[in-house]
């Protein structure tokens, strides 16, 4: 009989762990760093920019030219074409700790650098 109730004892662990997981808020998501960079005279301005390692971020690339320019990244991997005198957003994966250049691939003397501490 005792098999039967440790069993029993057992089985209502489970169903309580269970139950207590289930309850438990979810995880929350990382928030991601807003990094602000705008280009203007074909120009990144500024033209070196800092972030946290291993938090996710949202560039907000506005772009204050009469013309298309393409942000891009190798290191990043991301590219995404902003219009002119418009504004486009970029989340990036959380990064390790390094230097990551980025350009505007309609014009590649223009460049920038994101440095991730």
């Given at each position: ?62 772009n204050l030219d ?10 990043l991997r991301v ?39």
């Open positions: 009989m005792s098999s039967s109730r440790e069993s029993a004892g057992s089985g209502l662990l489970v169903a309580a762990f269970v139950a207590l997981v289930m309850l438990a808020p979810p995880a929350r998501a990382q928030e991601a760093r807003e990094i602000v960079i705008t280009y203007k005279g074909k120009q990144f301005q500024p033209p070196q920019v800092s972030a946290p390692a291993n938090t996710p971020l949202r560039l907000r690339v506005k009469a013309q298309p320019m393409e942000f891009e990244s190798t290191s590219e995404k074409v902003v219009t002119g005198n418009g504004e486009g957003t970029i989340n990036v994966r959380p990064l390790a700790p390094g230097s990551y250049e980025f350009f505007d691939d309609f014009n590649n003397s223009s460049r920038g650098k994101l440095n991730v501490q």
